[in-house]
């Protein structure tokens, strides 16, 4: 009995030290197989985020090149007419956007080439212009009350809302306002250009002119709009006819110079040939849009308006304008520099929010027309 006991009892110990033995196999092999995942696991991030990175530096280095092969492209992009804000928004209804004493309507400043634009007279002529046709509108810019001729820059049409807001503005200011969408843009036919944009800022300025009596007529150009102002003050002076003020809001200096400090403009600053793969590709556009020689050139009186934390026109470039306003014999003097402290949060499309922004323009503008 002790004998069968003891070598039961030794059965039983050996039994147990091999399944001991098992278990620790066992679990060496399931440590081993996690480590085995968890090795595949991270060896396949890596190799995504490889490929990840790969694809974007082919990608970031082939855009250059795309652009050169394809000048067009830039063009498209410097205009963005394409990009019709906001939507669903009829452009012959401003109404809609509670621009209850504005009309829309039509001009032709070429064969081929129609242009809306929008006429809203002062506040305080409202109730009067309730149901009146173009003829009305017309004879209404002769009343004696100053007008602007807007001048938007690129991208949406002239129902995009800061543009509204600053049509609400200056007509609460009593000015009478024309905002025209350029060729190409809004319900515009045709294709923009520097040229073609040009031209349709002209023909609208001697409509304007041609109905508005003695009333003085300003430009206005907004960030790609100035480019459009200084070109059309510049054409007209040519010709013998001065623009009562130019104001300028958010100016550069040059579409080259922009381009180079624009925020897109830098994701490709480093690049090499960054000059010919960009702002060399934005002349073969015949792109130029040149403020800074045409203020050396126009002797309208000049009003800059630059917010300080404008990232998209770097305020730098409205000083540089000033002084060459400032310097030039064509000047006169008559050159105001407006800058809004950063501290309020503008940037480059919210001046129109600014509650001074009616006696600024009263202040400069009300003795030029007296």
Known sequence: MRKRNNSHGSKTA????????TRRARAAESRAAEAGELSTSGSGWLSR???????????????????????????QVVYSHYVRVPFFVDLGRPADLFLNHTLNFYLIPEDGVTVGVWHTVPDSQW??????????????????????????GNGGTRATDHRVQLIKVLSAAEFHVLALDYRGFGD????????????????????????SGGSPVYLWGHSLGTGVATNAARKLQELGSQVDAVILEAPYTNIREEVANHPLGLIYCLFPAFEYFFLDTVALNNIVFPNDENLKMVSSPLMILHAEDDRVVPFHMSKQLYDIALQSQAS???????PFSRSLG???????QDPNLPSILREFLHPLAH
């Not at 006169?332 to 407006?338: E, F, I, M, Q, S």
């Not at 503008?346 to 129109?352: E, K, P, Q, T």
């Open 14 to 21: 050996g039994e147990k030290s091999s399944s001991g033995r």
């Open 188 to 211: 515009s036919t045709g294709q923009p250009s520097e040229l073609g944009m040009t031209t349709d800022a002209l023909h609208l300025y001697r409509w304007v002119k041609a109905n």
């Open 346 to 352: 503008y940037g480059h499309n919210r001046i129109f």
């Open 332 to 338: 006169k003097g008559k050159v105001k520099l407006v």
């Open 49 to 75: 985020t490889k490929t990840l990175l790969f694809t974007v530096f082919v990608v970031y280095s082939s855009v250059p090149f795309i652009i050169r092969l394809f000048p067009g492209i830039l063009a």
């Open 127 to 152: 109730q009067q212009a309730q149901g009146k046709g173009l003829g009305w509108y017309e004879a209404s810019l002769g009343d004696g009350a100053p007008v602007i001729i807007y001048l938007h």
